[in-house]
C-alpha cells in the first residue's frame, strides 16, 4: 500500500495545529507501539552494561556489550533495506519484535537460574540487534505510507519525542532500578513490554507492502539502493557526517558507566543515578523533537545542522574538562535539543527525496554508513580507554567530533531545496 503521489513538503512548520488530527487514527496506533518497543530498548541497552559489570570489570569487555548490539548494523543493514522493500513492513516490525522478546526473555531465564555469563551477554546483544536492523528500517520506511509527505516533519517530531521519551528518558533511569533490584528482573521488563508492542502494533491495519515492477535479486535490490545513495551527494554526506557523529557518541557512552558508577569512578554515582544523568539528554532530545521544525524555521535547514554538529562535539567532550554530574548533565540537555533536530530534518528529508520503492533500501545504506560506525566507535572507546584512561577518550573524540563540521560545505540550504525541487518534478 501506498499513499499515491501525496504532496512534497514546503515550509516544515507551515502545517497547522490541526495536522495532528490529520496525521490519523493508524499513525497514533503506530506511535504507540514504537513508544512501548522504545522502552524495552532503552533499558535493555542501560540494563545489560549494568548486568555485565556484574561478569567482568575490564573497559574493553564491558565495551563489547555495546559493540555486539550495534554490529549487526555493520553486517546485516543492507540486507536488512532489501527485505523491506519486498515483504510487507509491518509484518517484519511484528517479527523483530516478537524475536526480541523471545530472546530477551529467555536471558532473564538464564540469568535467574545463575547460568549467565558476558559472554552470552554478547548472543543475545547481537540477536537483539539483527532484529534490531529489521524493525528500525522498517519504522522509518513505513512513515511516508501513513502520512503525506508535507506532514512528515510534524509526524517525525512526534514519534522521535515518544521514541527518544521512551529509550532515554524514561528507559535508562527504569533500568537502573531494575537492575538494582536483580539482573533477571532487569531482563525480564523489557521482554514483556516488546510483547506489548506487538500487540499495539497488530492494530494498526493496512497493507504496507510496495508493489514491485519486475522480478530481481536481492543482490541486485541492494546495489540499486546503494547506487542512488551513492550519487546524491547531499543524502551521501548527512550519512557520513552521522556516521562520524556515532562513532564518537558510540566510543565514549560504552565506556562512561565506569567513569561515572561505583565508589572508585570520576563521578561516583549509583545505578539509578547513572541513568538519571543520561535522563538530561533524554530530555533536551525529547524537547528538541518537539521544537525541531520551529528551530529549523529560525534559523534555516543548514544553520541547524550546523549548530547541532558543534553540540555532538560538546556532549562527548565534556566529560573530559568536567567530572561534576550537573555540568555534564546541563552540557547533555542542551546538545540533545540540538541532536534532536538533526535527526527531523535528516529524516524528513531523507523520507521527501526518496523514492517510496527504494526508501528501505536507502535507509538501510544510509544507516550502513550511520550505524555501522556505532559497534567501530565502541571498540575504540574500549580500546584507548586501556591504553590511555578514560577522560583520554572524551577528548579525543570531542575534537573529532568538530572536523565533521568540513561537511556543511556541502550541506546548505540551496542544496537541499534544489533536492527536494528534484524529488517534487
Known sequence: MTVGEPLRTTDPVAVS?????????????????????????GIVKLGLPLVAIGYASSPALIAGVAVAFSLPWLLFALPAGALVDRLDRRRVMLAANSLRAALVGALALVVALDAGS???????????????????TSAQSILPQLVPRELLPRANGWLNAAERTANQFIGPPLAGFLVAGGAAVGLAGPAGLWAVAVGALFLVGGRFRVERESRTSLRADIA???????????????????????????????????????????????EPGYGLLLTALAAGIVLGSLVAARIESW?????????????????????????NPFVIGAVFFVGGILLATWDVITVSLRQRVTPDRLLGRVNSGYRLLAWGSLPLGAAAGGLLAELFGLRMVFAIMGALALTLLAGMLWVTDSAIHAAEREAAS
Do not use: K
Open 224 to 270: 540499486e539502493g546503494l547506487r542512488f545513495l551513492w550519487h546524491h551527494r547531499l543524502l551521501r554526506t548527512l550519512a557520513v557526517m552521522v556516521g562520524g557523529s556515532n562513532f564518537t557518541t558510540s566510543a565514549i557512552f560504552a565506556v562512561l558507566v565506569l567513569y561515572a558508577v561505583g565508589p572508585g569512578s570520576a563521578i561516583g554515582l549509583t
Open 299 to 323: 534559523i534555516g535547514q543548514a544553520r541547524a545542522l550546523g549548530v547541532s554538529v558543534v553540540a555532538c562535539a560538546g556532549i562527548v567532550g565534556v566529560p573530559a574538562v568536567s567530572a
Open 17 to 41: 495545529r490541526p495536522a495532528l488530527d490529520r496525521l490519523g487514527a493508524r499513525y497514533w496506533r503506530l506511535w504507540s507501539s514504537s513508544a512501548v518497543s522504545n522502552l524495552a530498548d
Open 118 to 136: 558476558i559472554w552470552l551477554l554478547y548472543v543475545a546483544a547481537f540477536s537483539a540487534g539483527v532484529a534490531e536492523t529489521l524493525y528500525d
